[in-house]
């Protein structure tokens, strides 16, 4: 009995493991691609795409109305909710970018991680064999050995720790795009094809952009105007003082709001502008030191070799150099990154991602 249940059970599970993997199906994605079928999933922007509809029905049937009782006030309104309802949509598509591209760039540098990480495993067990022959002909101490020993097992678990970084952000980027877990994804995104990824405006022009294609303004431009609406039709001789006095205060309220709003809007490119600075800064950082470590690993190598130096001095500059190039892949990442959110800030994302069509 216990054999024929046991069968059963590697039965099932050898037809659960062929359906898994006969299902299972592949991906490639370009970012705009990706960005496309994440913002098509998206439950957030779902409910304002709903939210929208709403609006434009209430508005159709402000205008079938408009037979039996005539108010173009009431007509405008319903009209300005309407475009309320639009800004309302696309912030919440900017927003929903936001985090998408975050994701994005989390599983490239997850990905990008585990091949400099696999170098250097290869790289530190050559040391380990190299140190372990000098051990033998006595030429240097047991804390040398012990000492390449480390730096090998701590390769070796920075690389499991990439993988599964990678897999978390596969996880997230199937869960954006609504896809099975058990599917199989890849980015193409190859920094060699980025000519396009670079500021080529002024941190003036970059203020008038924001200010021009702001989602938040444009909202808070038409939120303006329904509240003078709303004034108006309180000023009416239907209303009384007192709503006609709470309208005027809330028209106030709307223009003070639209110039926060603006006010924050040049705060956050500023702040996104000075990032980006940051990040090229960094990149150039990380190349002088990666070339100067590169120079020292030569020559103690050669010191090394000669005896002149311990396994474990070789060592410190060796993980120094992989720290650094770890690091550098990093910025660069943070770079394209920085660039991507300064474009949000602008309210002109898509300028920048046209670079995959040119």
Same mark, same amino acid.
């Given at each position: 009995m216990t054999k024929r249940i046991l069968f059963i059970f590697l039965t099932v599970t050898i037809l659960l493991a062929f359906t898994v993997s006969a299902t299972?199906?592949?991906?490639?994605?370009k970012l705009q691609q990706y960005l496309e079928m994440s913002l098509a999933e998206n439950r957030e922007v779902k409910e304002a795409e709903m939210n929208l509809e709403a609006k434009r029905i209430d508005l159709a049937r402000e205008k079938a109305d408009q037979e039996l009782r005539p108010s173009p006030l009431l007509l405008k309104k319903a009209e300005t909710e309407v475009d309320i309802a639009e800004r309302n949509l696309e912030i919440t598509k900017d927003r929903v970018t936001k985090n998408l591209i975050n994701d994005f760039f989390n599983y490239y540098?997850?990905?990008?991680?585990?091949?400099?990480?696999?170098?250097?495993? *290869?790289?530190? &067990?050559? !040391? =380990?064999?190299n140190i372990k022959e000098k051990y033998k002909q006595g030429s240097i101490i047991k804390s040398d050995l012990m000492q390449a020993e480390v730096e090998l097992k701590t390769a070796e678990s920075n690389l499991k720790k990439a993988v599964?970084?990678?897999q978390r952000a596969a996880f997230k980027l199937k869960q954006n795009l609504n896809l099975n877990f058990t599917d199989r994804i890849q980015i193409k995104f190859k920094e060699n094809d980025l000519k396009g990824w670079e500021l080529n405006k002024s941190q003036e022009e970059l203020f008038k952009i924001a200010l021009n294609k702001r989602i938040e303004i444009k909202e808070t431009e038409t939120n303006k105007?329904?509240?003078?609406?709303?004034?108006?039709?309180?000023?009416?001789?239907y209303s009384s003082k007192l709503?006609? *006095?709470?309208? &005027?205060? !809330? =028209?106030?309220?709307?223009?003070n709001k639209l110039e926060l709003i603006k006010d924050r809007v040049k705060l956050e490119v500023n702040n996104k502008y000075l990032d980006h600075q940051d990040s090229i800064a960094e990149i150039e950082r990380y190349e002088k030191v990666i070339k100067s470590l590169k120079e020292a690993l030569r020559v103690k190598k050669l010191y090394f070799e000669e005896d002149y130096i311990t396994g474990t001095e070789l060592?410190?500059?060796?993980?120094?150099?992989?720290?650094?190039?770890?690091?550098?892949?990093?910025?660069?990442?943070?770079?394209?990154?920085?660039l991507a959110e300064l474009y949000l800030s602008t309210g002109d994302f898509e300028e920048l991602v046209d670079y995959e069509t040119k």
């Amino acid at each position: 009995m216990t054999k024929r249940i046991l069968f059963i059970f590697l039965t099932v599970t050898i037809l659960l493991a062929f359906t898994v993997s006969a299902t299972a199906a592949e991906y490639s994605f370009k970012l705009q691609q990706y960005l496309e079928m994440s913002l098509a999933e998206n439950r957030e922007v779902k409910e304002a795409e709903m939210n929208l509809e709403a609006k434009r029905i209430d508005l159709a049937r402000e205008k079938a109305d408009q037979e039996l009782r005539p108010s173009p006030l009431l007509l405008k309104k319903a009209e300005t909710e309407v475009d309320i309802a639009e800004r309302n949509l696309e912030i919440t598509k900017d927003r929903v970018t936001k985090n998408l591209i975050n994701d994005f760039f989390n599983y490239y540098r997850a990905d990008n991680s585990i091949s400099i990480h696999q170098k250097y495993r *290869e790289i530190l &067990k050559e !040391e =380990l064999a190299n140190i372990k022959e000098k051990y033998k002909q006595g030429s240097i101490i047991k804390s040398d050995l012990m000492q390449a020993e480390v730096e090998l097992k701590t390769a070796e678990s920075n690389l499991k720790k990439a993988v599964n970084d990678q897999q978390r952000a596969a996880f997230k980027l199937k869960q954006n795009l609504n896809l099975n877990f058990t599917d199989r994804i890849q980015i193409k995104f190859k920094e060699n094809d980025l000519k396009g990824w670079e500021l080529n405006k002024s941190q003036e022009e970059l203020f008038k952009i924001a200010l021009n294609k702001r989602i938040e303004i444009k909202e808070t431009e038409t939120n303006k105007e329904l509240q003078k609406i709303n004034y108006q039709i309180a000023s009416a001789d239907y209303s009384s003082k007192l709503e006609a *006095e709470q309208a &005027k205060n !809330e =028209l106030e309220n709307a223009k003070n709001k639209l110039e926060l709003i603006k006010d924050r809007v040049k705060l956050e490119v500023n702040n996104k502008y000075l990032d980006h600075q940051d990040s090229i800064a960094e990149i150039e950082r990380y190349e002088k030191v990666i070339k100067s470590l590169k120079e020292a690993l030569r020559v103690k190598k050669l010191y090394f070799e000669e005896d002149y130096i311990t396994g474990t001095e070789l060592l410190e500059t060796e993980v120094e150099l992989y720290r650094n190039e770890i690091n550098y892949s990093y910025a660069k990442i943070d770079y394209y990154l920085s660039l991507a959110e300064l474009y949000l800030s602008t309210g002109d994302f898509e300028e920048l991602v046209d670079y995959e069509t040119k």
